[in-house]
């Protein structure tokens, strides 16, 4: 009978590496930066609230601001930001202590926020729309997302906005909006719309032919504006 015990003790003893190998299986140090690179959770305190639902937080390491993630394609398809997510980040309080779940598409996503702690005092602010970005007129096809998302367009200029935004006429008669890209990220932060392009857009004229290069991000971004030939 201990001739068979010894067997079974020595094929049990064999196996067992195997097993935990396969239950705890070791994580590479490859895979474990590519996953702290593009999720993670971040703690800090609110320091703005967007009508969009992008929240700022104060952290050790400094400030930090997460959009809500882009859900269902183009506007056009009826795509936008995740309305939950969005409802949860325009409920918080400025001054409230905050955990963000975050993955990284393009820029910083929250996925998730739990309230840590209440600043004493902490008073709920109105959402803020950013006023560099002036809305477009109903008659204007500026939401429609382009396919492809980048050209160029030519026309005439039909109306200049000091604050980087203009019509373009074309030959159709279709009126499109183009802005600049945004930069540096919220207001709070130095952010805004480009520097160059604004000054750019501010010397066109009503009436001025020109060829607009172009593309899709949230709307038409021109990147380039030369005199038409």
């Not at 299986?25 to 320091?47: F, I, N």
């Not at 995740?82 to 598409?105: F, H, P, R, S």
Request: aromatic share 4%; net charge neutral; glycine share 10%.
């Amino acid at each position: 009978m201990r001739p068979y015990l010894l067997a079974a003790l020595l094929v049990t003893t064999a196996l067992s590496p195997a097993v935990a190998e396969e239950r705890h299986p070791p994580k590479g140090k490859e895979g474990r930066e590519a996953h702290e690179e593009r999720c993670g959770t971040t703690k800090g305190q609110v320091t703005e609230v967007n009508a969009k639902g992008v929240l700022t937080i104060r952290t050790p390491q400094g400030p930090r601001t997460f959009a809500p993630p882009w859900r269902g394609g183009m506007p056009a398809n009826g795509g936008g930001p995740d309305a939950e997510i969005v409802k949860q980040v325009q409920e918080l309080a400025v001054g409230t202590y905050v955990e963000v779940g975050w993955e990284m598409d393009e820029r910083l996503r929250v996925v998730r926020v739990r309230v840590i702690a209440h600043e004493p005092g902490a008073k709920r602010e109105e959402p803020k729309a950013r006023p560099e970005e002036p809305k477009a007129k109903p008659e204007e096809r500026q939401d429609e997302a382009p396919q492809p998302q980048a050209g160029t367009v030519r026309g005439t200029v039909a109306t200049v906005d000091a604050k980087g935004r203009f019509v373009l006429r074309t030959a159709d008669g279709i009126e499109e909006a183009f802005m600049p890209h945004w930069r540096g990220g919220m207001p709070a932060d130095g952010g805004g719309l480009d520097d160059e392009m604004v000054r750019r857009i501010a010397a066109l004229k009503p009436g001025q032919q020109v060829e607009v290069g172009w593309e899709w991000d949230e709307r038409k971004r021109c990147v380039t504006i030369t005199e038409a030939k």
